[in-house]
């Protein structure tokens, strides 16, 4: 905490309009609650922002350039930190991977301001924070009704990249649409799908929906 109390938080997410936007989304609804202390773009800014200004809660994107918020966490610059994953994903081996990585919580970039503090104080004071539908992957998993080894093998051909394409493809998003989610041109998202099917034997974004319905990726 700041010398008013206030929540100091480290944001992480390599998407500079996305940190701008939560930036200014927390200096709105959390005034005199949120104290933003620094920004980082991949792993290593991460772990010299934290080790640097001793945050009490690191908002961290899942999936970033140098190893992912896995990788910052594991490397542990400030021991009193805590994690709460904000991020596009809410695909179950995404949520337990982190969680099992160390992370107090995760939300998705589909919360409201005043969720996302909300959700960082009770992180601050070390509560767990999901939605029900991320809970309950977290749940499953740990009762052993999802084989997340499985699943991994599966999404270990993928780049981190071509994992939030297919995602968002299976779930029946236009090209237009990714493209505009990822931050990313039409073009590449084509050629991020080119690549998923080929990897997964797959001739169809309908056999793309299948597959990942059936691992419990939607």
């Given amino acids: 905490m700041n010398e008013h109390g206030a929540v100091r938080v480290v944001i992480v997410d390599d998407h500079a309009m996305f940190r701008r936007g939560v930036r200014a989304e927390l200096e709105a609804t959390g005034a005199g609650v949120v104290d933003i202390c620094a920004e980082a773009a991949d792993v290593d800014e991460a772990v ?5 200004h001793h945050p009490d809660v690191v908002l961290l994107d899942v999936h970033l350039p140098g190893g992912g918020g896995a990788e910052v966490m594991r490397r542990m610059p400030w021991p009193d930190a805590r994690y709460l994953a904000l991020s596009v994903s809410d695909a179950a081996e995404d949520v337990i991977g982190t969680i099992r990585g160390g992370a107090r919580g995760y939300v998705t970039k589909t919360i409201t301001g005043p969720e996302l503090v909300q959700a960082i104080q009770r992180v601050a004071e070390d509560d ?5 539908r991320l809970a309950g992957f977290v749940l499953d998993a740990f009762a052993g009704t999802i084989d997340v080894a499985a699943v991994d093998e599966d999404l270990d051909r993928l780049t981190e990249r071509e994992r939030e394409v297919m995602r968002l493809i299976a779930r029946g998003y236009a090209y237009k649409e990714v493209a505009k989610e990822l931050f990313i041109s039409i073009k590449t998202v084509e050629t991020h799908m080119s690549s998923v099917l080929r990897k997964l034997q797959l001739s169809s974004r309908h056999e793309l929906t299948r597959w990942a319905s059936d691992r419990r990726l939607l």
């Fill in 48 to 52: 010299a922002a934290i080790a640097a």
């Fill in 128 to 132: 767990a924070v999901f939605s029900p």
